[in-house]
């Protein structure tokens, strides 16, 4: 069995976070609640709501990582991992994103439909350097289909 992660400050810090972007989610967006971000990151919506509640003191790794990921995530979509300093790890509010929640939304919404309407996998979504699939002729993206809709030289 794995040992038990204590809840540390970063886990309270990041569970903050997923809390007040889940708010944010359902009030502003609900639709955005059945996209691949909301559906792929459910754990860790679940998970940093019973830290905020006091009703998780511990966690087992797994907990952790999904936070973790849950985080990268927002910072990857929001392309917030550029500003300086800024990781999993030092993440305190959607504030330190330093873009309105509304646009952080919007990336979301973005990133989702991207996802559903090529198809792309979670695991393609999650890795820093994907951007996408796109014709070599025309340079349009394509998605997964071997051949351009958009391209006369099909």
């Known amino acids: 069995m794995s040992e038990l992660i204590d809840v540390s400050r970063t886990i309270v810090n990041q569970s903050n976070v997923l809390q007040e972007l889940s708010a944010s989610i359902k009030e502003l967006k609900p639709e955005l609640l059945d996209g691949l971000f909301c559906v792929s990151n459910q754990e860790a ?69 991207k996802a559903s309407d090529w198809s792309y996998s979670l695991e393609d979504m999650r890795r820093p350097d994907f951007i996408g699939i796109f014709c070599m002729d025309c340079d349009a993206e394509i998605g997964g289909e071997e051949n351009c809709p958009g391209c006369s030289n099909q």
């Open 45 to 113: 919506f679940a998970v940093a709501g019973e830290v905020r509640a006091g009703r998780l003191t511990s966690l087992n790794p797994l907990m952790v990582d999904s936070l973790s990921q849950a985080i990268k995530d927002v910072l990857r979509i929001s392309e917030s991992l550029e500003v300086e300093g800024l990781d999993e790890n030092s993440l305190k509010s959607l504030d330190d994103l330093e873009l309105p929640i509304t646009e952080l939304l919007d990336w979301i919404e973005s990133y989702d439909r």
